[in-house]
């Protein structure tokens, strides 16, 4: 009912024989009573033949009780702005109303909070799952009671009284790390831009330290690159990076750095704004050549034109030939197989790049033979491969190697991973319809590979990763 005064209830009958005799509890003797007050009714059912049968209702204002649980991150047990809330905490009511019945019910908090309703008066106590090592901040202790800690932190609940109708609105919990984390992160400094790819940027320092640890810290560094089609940013932890500044070596490509810091022993990390390094194009090397070359088979290396002033000198080693070069291309060939390092330097306007590539020359077949066709297939003079619609990511790998590609393909495709001496180490196959794919790599020594990628109406190619 919406009204303490004018509350009805009907008696719906199914079987018996009419007509029927209505006995309520309050005297009223027909099928529906109207006008009635919240509380306990029972009515007795009388049929012609003298068969009876009893129910018994309750009317009542239905009751709510609602809150929100939040992070405390600074630990006061009062929510401050900034403080979000949690999601997936499950609430657990249990309870008796004032007729002696019994109350159970179960929620989760949203973004929004939590809400049990319709809920009859009585004696009730809420109960929150507590996830994650988290503590329950101090109760009471606010002046505004709509910002404040109420649940017990030992019981980990709330008890209380629900009136007719009555509605509590601010039963909140604040949850906080107790291993007495950092309570801000800090922050680094600064952005910069270098001049071209293979340039050594300045360390990135701390501009201010993290604070409200209660112990040592530890940090994290985060690097992150443009990955995949989409060109989204993916961060990606950089080992041995336990300082509170760092000096990321030469740079490639427009990086962005970030810095995680905890206390030790925490679980969570806080993370300061982002440091964007931007490599610019003055001078720009950037070789551009095949992962691997067949014993006096001509490999093309290349590197952007930087127009008329700009030198390059490339050097390929005393086995090549040539050995130098100073054009933008350069055709080369070696006369016996090795790991060949390429070294190139392009120089623009006071501005040095530097690149290099390890070139595989090889002779195995594996390699340097072309597929035969199959008994029924014929050589497909026009099939082609883009390797620039494949993207491979994290390349150095650890456990799993990341396959992603522009279009669906339509059959499945090959992917195998070779030794550099031509030993096939791990072979998987993708499903038909898809544009990724995941090799986990957890059991390959450190080191470098070839992943051979064999796609139907293409052309077999390799890639170079890295595995450490």
């Known amino acids: 009912q919406d009204n303490p005064t004018n509350g009805s209830l009907s008696v719906n009958i199914s079987g018996g024989t009419p007509p029927f005799d209505f006995n309520w509890s309050n005297g009223d003797t027909t099928s529906t009573v109207s006008n009635l007050p919240t509380g306990q009714y029972d009515v007795t059912i009388t049929d012609a033949n003298g068969c009876e049968d009893e129910a018994t209702s309750y009317l009542f204002l239905p009751g709510c009780i609602s809150g929100i649980i939040w992070d405390d991150e600074n630990r006061d047990a009062c929510q401050s ?177 970030a810095r995680c810091v905890r206390a030790i022993g925490c679980e969570s990390w806080l993370e300061t704004s982002i440091v964007k390094i931007t490599v610019d194009d003055v001078a720009v090397a950037s070789i551009s050549a095949p992962f691997n070359t067949c014993v006096d088979e001509i490999a093309t290396f290349s590197t952007p034109d930087m127009g008329p002033g700009a030198t390059y000198s490339w050097d390929f080693g005393i086995l090549a030939t040539p050995s130098q070069a100073s054009t933008p291309s350069v055709d080369v060939v070696w006369g016996q197989v090795g790991y060949m390092t390429v070294n190139l330097t392009v120089s623009n306007q006071g501005c040095t790049s530097n690149d290099s590539r390890l070139m595989v020359v090889t002779d195995l077949p594996l390699f340097c033979a072309p597929p035969l066709p199959g008994p029924n297939e014929k050589p497909d003079q026009s099939a082609s491969f883009k390797p620039q619609e494949f993207f491979l990511f994290p390349n150095p790998v650890d456990n799993q190697l990341n396959i992603r590609w522009n279009k669906a393909n339509e059959s499945p495709i090959t992917f195998s991973i070779y030794s550099l001496d031509g030993v096939k180490l791990i072979e998987a196959k993708s499903p038909g319809n898809t544009f990724d794919y995941q090799m986990t790599t957890s059991d390959l020594p450190a080191g470098m590979y070839i992943l051979n990628i064999q796609e139907k109406g293409y052309e077999s190619h390799n890639l170079k990763i890295i595995k450490q």
């Not at 909070?113 to 009471?140: C, D, K, M, R």
């Not at 007719?164 to 800090?186: F, H, M």
């Not at 336990?242 to 962005?256: D, H, I, K, Q, V």
């Open 81 to 257: 702005a900034g403080e979000l809330n949690f999601e997936g905490y499950t609430l657990e009511l249990e309870g008796t109303d004032i007729w002696g019945n019994t109350i159970s019910q179960a929620t989760s908090s949203s973004s929004g909070g939590y809400l049990f309703e319709a809920l009859p008066p009585g004696q009730y106590q809420l109960h929150l799952i507590v996830q994650g090592g988290l503590t329950l901040s101090l109760p009471n202790s606010c002046t505004n009671d709509q910002t404040d800690s109420d649940f017990d932190p030992t019981t980990r609940t709330y008890d209380f009284t629900l009136l007719d109708g009555e509605c509590k609105s601010d039963v909140d919990a604040g949850l906080y790390d107790p291993c007495l984390n950092v309570l801000t992160p800090g922050s680094i400094c600064c952005d910069q831009t270098i001049c071209g790819p293979g340039n050594v940027p300045d360390p990135i320092l701390e501009s201010a330290p993290a604070t409200g640890a209660g112990g040592p810290l530890e940090y994290m560094w985060l690097k992150g690159v443009p990955m995949g089609p989409s060109g989204s940013i993916i961060y990606l932890p950089i080992p041995n990076s336990n300082s509170p500044n760092y000096a990321p070596g030469a740079l490639y490509e427009t990086t962005y750095f």
